[in-house]
T-cell receptor, first 116, second 114 residues
Framework: DSGVTQTPKHLITATGQRVTLRCSPR?????VYWYQQSLDQGLQFLIQ???????AKGNILERFSAQQFPDLHSELNLSSLELGDSALYFC???????????????FGPGTRLTVL | QKEVEQDPGPLSVPEGAIVSLNCTYS??????FMWYRQYSRKGPELLMY????GNKEDGRFTAQVDKSSKYISLFIRDSQPSDSATYLC??????????????FGKGTLLTVNP
């Protein structure tokens, strides 16, 4: 158990809808990262927050947004959902700001999103 | 060309075999090289990371980096059924200021048969 929690575990919704994925980082970790994992694209970095502020952006669509709250939990909002958004969404946390290996990222169990 | 290439497998070996997993990369800016293990229905977990070219050993696992060839490997000795998982290579490079960006390979699915 990494100490990172994600809810819900599974989400089934329809095209055009909006969903919110939630992540609670490990106790004391200030950085939160969101990743999307699909069979064809692999694990893709979406966005990073550090202590409430956005720090880095990856391949995140404009229909997606995220935020980190004062209690350090984070939410990833996905809107106008398309079939291609079906994937596993992982949250990871680490103690510091740098997205480097020596600042190890601890991954949550993921949320499986299915868009019908 | 993708920045990080990894053969997705699947790879099936008998228990006790030596397993070799590999990734190639094209971005010379990558500085840290990592291997993650992902069990089915779980998040990835960091196995090993290295910074420089050469070998790094941790128990049955050896990570090897050849920066001149842009090639990294993970060797698993005396493989066990519990090693059955997807193995993802990952590499990091600076992405603005002091931030580093992680780029993952697609992962290789390994099955170790008893």
């Amino acid at each position: 158990d990494s100490g990172v929690t994600q809810t819900p575990k599974h989400l089934i919704t329809a095209t055009g809808q909006r969903v919110t994925l939630r992540c609670s980082p490990r106790s004391g970790d200030l950085s939160v990262y969101w990743y999307q994992q699909s069979l064809d694209q692999g694990l893709q970095f979406l966005i990073q927050y550090y202590n409430g502020e956005e720090r880095a952006k990856g391949n995140i669509l404009e229909r997606f947004s995220a935020q980190q709250f004062p209690d350090l939990h984070s939410e990833l909002n996905l809107s106008s959902l398309e079939l291609g958004d079906s994937a596993l969404y992982f949250c990871a946390s680490s103690p510091g700001t740098r997205l480097a290996a020596y600042n190890e990222q601890f991954f949550g169990p993921g949320t499986r999103l299915t868009v019908l | 060309q993708k920045e990080v290439e990894q053969d997705p497998g699947p790879l099936s070996v008998p228990e006790g075999a030596i397993v070799s997993l590999n990734c190639t990369y094209s971005n010379s800016a990558f500085q840290y090289f990592m291997w993650y293990r992902q069990y089915s229905r779980k998040g990835p977990e960091l196995l090993m990371y290295t910074y420089s070219s050469g070998n790094k050993e941790d128990g049955r696992f050896t990570a090897q980096v050849d920066k001149s060839s842009k090639y990294i490997s993970l060797f698993i000795r005396d493989s066990q059924p519990s090693d059955s998982a997807t193995y993802l290579c990952a590499m990091s490079a600076k992405s603005g200021g002091s931030n580093y960006k992680l780029t993952f390979g697609k992962g290789t699915l390994l099955t170790v048969n008893p």
